[in-house]
T-cell receptor, first 112, second 114 residues
Framework: TQLLEQSPQFLSIQEGENLTVYCNSS?????LQWYRQEPGEGPVLLVT?????EVKKLKRLTFQFGDARKDSSLHITAAQPGDTGLYLCAGAAPGSQGNLIFGKGTKLSVKP | GAVVSQHPSRVICKSGTSVKIECRSLDFQATTMFWYRQFPKKSLMLMATSNEGSKATYEQGVEKDKFLINHASLTLSTLTVTSAHPEDSSFYICSASQWGETQYFGPGTRLLVL
């Protein structure tokens, strides 16, 4: 069974600080997706990475897919209170027909 | 684009009754729809995967007779929680994808069984 280890599980920081969330696995993924979820709502897709070594930027968010496609990171620069939420990474195993394996999530709280 | 809706957003029912939750892809044809359950402050737990026109594939430990899934069209899937009990209270989320690509999630349905 493929697992996706996400860390840290909880993160509480002050506005303006930088942070990085990690997702690691011993298995290869054909793609990896990052979602952000607010309480009482469904996850919202932030980005999909598919190529080993790929880096994607979304304003202050930088996503990286590991060269071997086994790990990924999300870096947020100058965090703002609006970034508060649950961040989920999810990987699609090769040949899985789209089934995603989710990390346990990182609960981020950015205090003003 | 890629909007997925769920209805109802919240439902309260008595123990022993059945509840149906609808999941619709509004602007694309979803060849596959997924149903998840999420406990407070936890990640998503996949319950089942359904492809249009065929029987759903349930994850281990999920009772198919308890959670009935129908995917009758490329834009609609339904999850029916039969004979609901308080332990079935949870946040149920569906997602939809086209040809095994990115999953787009609905806003979720909060079920409370009294």
């Amino acid at each position: 069974t493929q697992l996706l280890e996400q860390s840290p599980q909880f993160l509480s920081i002050q506005e303006g600080e930088n942070l990085t969330v990690y997702c690691n696995s011993s298995s290869v993924f054909s793609s990896l997706q990052w979602y952000r979820q607010e309480p009482g709502e469904g996850p919202v897709l932030l980005v999909t990475v598919v190529t080993g070594g790929e880096v994607k930027k979304l304003k202050r968010l930088t996503f990286q897919f590991g060269d071997a496609r086994k790990d990924s990171s999300l870096h947020i620069t100058a965090a703002q209170p609006g970034d508060t939420g649950l961040y989920l990474c999810a990987g699609a195993a090769p040949g899985s027909q789209g089934n995603l394996i989710f990390g346990k999530g990182t609960k981020l709280s950015v205090k003003p | 684009g890629a909007v997925v809706s769920q209805h109802p957003s919240r439902v309260i029912c008595k123990s022993g009754t059945s509840v149906k939750i609808e999941c619709r892809s509004l602007d694309f044809q979803a060849t596959t729809m997924f149903w998840y359950r999420q406990f407070p402050k936890k990640s998503l737990m996949l319950m089942a995967t359904s492809n249009e026109g065929s029987k759903a594939t349930y994850e281990q430990g999920v009772e198919k007779d308890k959670f009935l899934i129908n995917h009758a069209s490329l834009t609609l899937s339904t999850l029916t929680v039969t004979s609901a009990h308080p332990e079935d209270s949870s946040f149920y989320i569906c997602s939809a994808s086209q040809w095994g690509e990115t999953q787009y999630f609905g806003p979720g349905t909060r079920l409370l069984v009294l």
